[in-house]
Nanobody
Framework: QVQLVESGGGLVQTGESLTLSCVAS????????MAWYRQAPGKQREFVAL???????NYINFVAGRFTISRDNSTNTVSLQMNNLKPEDTAVYYC?????????????WGQGTQVTVSS
């Protein structure tokens, strides 16, 4: 069973940076899609960024230019570099992974890591 463990969340001020990491274990090989989602209090979980095993990336508009997703297939790790953070980025950030290269659903989810941006 694939397990995802996130780390790197915390409390920062507006304009500062954070890097989130997610390590996947028991995978049997590189996962085809690894992504980050987030859920703010009282809101639905939303897509943030995706990276496929071939390196293709996708971002939601409101983070483009501020967030960068990357992965290390040798260690099954995906990272999310977040720059110029804003209070509206405050949320629990979840790592998600799938064994298919295309699609919109994910089979595996992490427990989440809290990111809080103060104004």
């Amino acid at each position: 069973q694939v397990q995802l463990v996130e780390s790197g969340g915390g409390l920062v001020q507006t304009g500062e940076s954070l890097t989130l990491s997610c390590v996947a274990s028991e995978t049997g090989g590189p996962l085809k899609r690894m992504a980050w989602y987030r859920q703010a209090p009282g809101k639905q979980r939303e897509f943030v960024a995706l990276i496929r095993s071939n390196g293709l990336t996708n971002y939601i508009n409101f983070v483009a230019g501020r967030f960068t997703i990357s992965r290390d297939n040798s260690t099954n790790t995906v990272s999310l570099q977040m720059n110029n953070l804003k209070p509206e980025d405050t949320a629990v950030y979840y790592c998600a992974a799938a064994e298919t290269l295309w699609g919109t659903t994910y089979s595996y989810w992490g427990q989440g890591t809290q990111v809080t941006v103060s104004s």
